[in-house]
Every structure is written in C-alpha cells, then in structure tokens.
C-alpha cells in the first residue's frame, strides 16, 4: 500500500527547452526550403547574442554562469524571436532585438521565472515599432522571386547589404501576405482579385503554409509530450476562427476567411509556442482559455482594424499584463473548503 505524498518526476528545465527546440525543427527546415538559407544565419546570430547577453547579465549579477546558459531558455527565446524576424533581416537588426528581449525583457527583471512579459515578443515588437519597413517586407518564396539568391548571397546581404550585381532589392523582397491584404483592401479592391496574385497559395501566404503546417506539426509533438496543454492553442484558434468567420459571414468580399486567418502570419507560432510560455502566462486551466481565447480576438481586431498587419506580439504583451488578475479570479476551489 503506498502511501502519500506522491511525488512526479517532473522533467528539468533543460529537457523541457530541448524539446520545444526540437518542435522547432520542422519548421526551420519549412523555412529553408521555402525562403533559403539566410534563416540560418539569423538564427545563428541570435544564438550567439542571447548566450553571450545573457552570460554577461549573469555575470554582473554576480549568478553562476554555465547553469543558467544551460537550462536552454535564452536558446528558446532566440529562435523564436529569429522565426519571427524576416529570414534576411540585416544582422543588427537581429543582435538589436535579442539583446532587448534577453537584458531588458528578461534578466533585469530578475531571469527566468520573474520575467511579467514574453521575452521574445518584446524584442520583436520593439523592432516592429522602431523599424516597420524592414519588419514588413520578407523575401520572395524562391519560386517567386525575380532574381535567386544562393545561401552565399543571402549571407553577404544579412551582414553587408550586397546584393549580386543587378539584383534589385525588389526583385528579392515582398510585403507579407497580411501588409499586402490591409494595403490593396485600404485601395478597395475586392478580396477575392488580391488573394488570386501569386503571394497568395490555397490557403494563406504562398510557401508560408509550409512554414505554419510545420509549426502546427511542431506543436503536436508538445501536446504529445505533455509539455503543453490543449487549453491554450485551442482557446486561441478559436477565437481567432470564430471571430473571423463572423466577420466573414457578413462581408465575405472584405473580411478574409478563418482558413487564412489560421494560415498566414504567426497564427501556429503564436498558438503552440508563444503564448504557451509558462512563465508569463496563467495558470489556472479556466485562465488559460480566457488568456488564449483573448489574444486571439484581440490578433484578428489588430490584423483588420490595427496600424499594424499582424497583432501577435501586442496581444500576447497586452495580456501578459493582465495575468495576475486572470489568475486570482480563476482560482480553483480549495479541496474540502466552500468557495
């Protein structure tokens, strides 16, 4: 007969970022098909910047070093920020918002588990704020771009801005899907017309469908680890779904459909990986619908009526904010004790 307490053999820190690493694979690879290699780079940048910023605020805290670097959070934290950024941002760019999210976003509110807002969505927003142009134009899909870029060109236009002699940066580059909608609807074309052009595939962004089917696999695997609940990407592909197919119903030639809506911009990064952060957000099961089904209400009112063409990062920090609240009113009845 065993007898209490029964303890779980909780998996560590380390495992737990190894895994959501590994979840990112598919897509990084989605990514490299679809765009090039430069993702590569971006991704090794922001590598390099968030152990090395996160080594030296440990250090000037006067905290163990080689522990904490270990743990794997500052490796999470970079890749999804660089799966955020275009794949051929410019490097400073890169080293700008990685350093935000892991010294401001992060560390100086104490490190991991003391951090009120998702480290990574601060350093982005701080560069879609700060540098808009560049954060809204992403390069072709290869088999839509006017001129090819091998890996060593897109190597040389991160770090230099060379391109191969004539080679325009318009031969290279596009709005995304999202910017392009809010733009040629701003011009009162009818929806149907924009999402016929090239940019556009069955569903979304032309060869970003790989990308989001890819974080949707990604995302399974999570689910199948136990590392993540259901509640959280449910409640937030929902909302997001609902809300658009109401929108839809009553204007189809303005309003996008839920398949897009899923489909385009950071909809699956955002649902398996992004607002799943166990640091800042809920965690009461019932808070975790309200936090999620919000943030994706909240995305789809920023992607149509916003300045913006995607409302991740916004919502989930606007969110953040609100978690103690949702967590205090959310609280589940203590055993053996009336509400």
């Given at each position: 007969m065993t007898r209490s307490p029964y303890?779980?053999n909780?998996?560590?820190?380390?495992?737990?970022?190894?895994?959501?690493?590994l979840a990112?694979?598919?897509?990084i690879f989605?990514?490299?098909w679809?765009f090039g290699?430069?993702?590569?780079?971006v991704?090794s940048i922001?590598?390099?910047?968030?152990?090395t910023?996160?080594?030296l605020?440990?250090?000037?805290?006067?905290?163990?070093v080689l522990?904490f670097?270990?743990?794997?959070?500052?490796?999470?934290?970079?890749?999804?920020?660089?799966?955020?950024?275009p794949p051929?941002a410019p490097w400073w760019?890169?080293?700008v918002?990685t350093?935000?999210?892991i010294?401001?976003?992060k560390q100086?509110?104490?490190?991991?588990?003391?951090n009120?807002?998702?480290?990574?969505?601060?350093?982005?927003?701080?560069?879609?704020i700060s540098?808009?142009s560049i954060?809204t134009?992403w390069p072709a899909p290869?088999?839509?771009?006017?001129?090819q870029l091998?890996?060593a060109?897109?190597?040389h236009?991160?770090?230099?801005?060379?391109l191969p002699?004539?080679?325009?940066?318009?031969?290279?580059?596009q709005?995304?899907?999202l910017d392009y909608?809010?733009?040629?609807?701003g011009l009162?074309?009818?929806?149907?017309?924009?999402?016929h052009?090239s940019?556009?595939?069955?569903?979304?962004?032309h060869?970003?469908?790989?990308?989001?089917f890819a974080?949707?696999?990604?995302g399974?695997?999570?689910?199948q680890?136990k590392?993540?609940?259901?509640?959280?990407?449910?409640?937030f592909?929902?909302?997001l779904a609902i809300f658009?197919?109401?929108?839809y119903?009553v204007?189809p030639?303005h309003?996008a459909n839920p398949?897009?809506?899923?489909?385009t911009g950071?909809?699956?990064l955002?649902?398996f990986?992004?607002i799943t952060?166990?640091v800042?957000g809920?965690?009461?099961?019932?808070?975790?619908l309200?936090?999620?089904?919000?943030?994706?209400?909240?995305?789809?009112l920023?992607?149509?009526y916003?300045?913006?063409?995607?409302?991740v990062?916004f919502?989930?920090?606007?969110?953040n904010?609100?978690v103690p609240l949702?967590?205090?009113?959310t609280?589940?009845?203590?055993?053996?004790?009336t509400k």
């Amino acid at each position: 007969m065993t007898r209490s307490p029964y303890l779980t053999n909780a998996p560590s820190v380390s495992v737990i970022m190894l895994k959501v690493v590994l979840a990112l694979i598919p897509a990084i690879f989605a990514y490299v098909w679809v765009f090039g290699g430069g993702i590569l780079v971006v991704l090794s940048i922001a590598t390099f910047v968030a152990l090395t910023s996160e080594a030296l605020m440990l250090k000037l805290r006067n905290r163990p070093v080689l522990p904490f670097l270990m743990d794997g959070s500052a490796l999470v934290t970079a890749w999804l920020l660089a799966l955020s950024l275009p794949p051929l941002a410019p490097w400073w760019l890169v080293v700008v918002g990685t350093f935000f999210a892991i010294v401001i976003a992060k560390q100086l509110y104490g490190g991991l588990g003391y951090n009120p807002f998702n480290p990574a969505m601060v350093g982005y927003a701080v560069l879609l704020i700060s540098f808009p142009s560049i954060m809204t134009h992403w390069p072709a899909p290869l088999d839509l771009a006017k001129a090819q870029l091998g890996f060593a060109d897109q190597f040389h236009y991160i770090f230099g801005g060379l391109l191969p002699d004539g080679v325009k940066v318009d031969g290279i580059t596009q709005a995304t899907p999202l910017d392009y909608l809010k733009t040629q609807l701003g011009l009162h074309r009818d929806l149907q017309d924009i999402t016929h052009e090239s940019i556009y595939g069955k569903f979304g962004g032309h060869g970003a469908e790989l990308v989001t089917f890819a974080y949707l696999l990604g995302g399974i695997y999570l689910l199948q680890q136990k590392l993540i609940t259901w509640h959280l990407p449910v409640a937030f592909l929902a909302s997001l779904a609902i809300f658009s197919e109401i929108f839809y119903l009553v204007n189809p030639e303005h309003f996008a459909n839920p398949l897009f809506h899923m489909f385009t911009g950071a909809s699956m990064l955002a649902a398996f990986f992004i607002i799943t952060d166990p640091v800042s957000g809920p965690t009461t099961p019932k808070g975790k619908l309200i936090f999620a089904g919000g943030i994706g209400i909240l995305t789809y009112l920023i992607r149509v009526y916003g300045g913006y063409p995607d409302g991740v990062a916004f919502s989930v920090l606007l969110f953040n904010i609100g978690v103690p609240l949702i967590d205090a009113y959310t609280q589940p009845r203590v055993f053996g004790h009336t509400k």
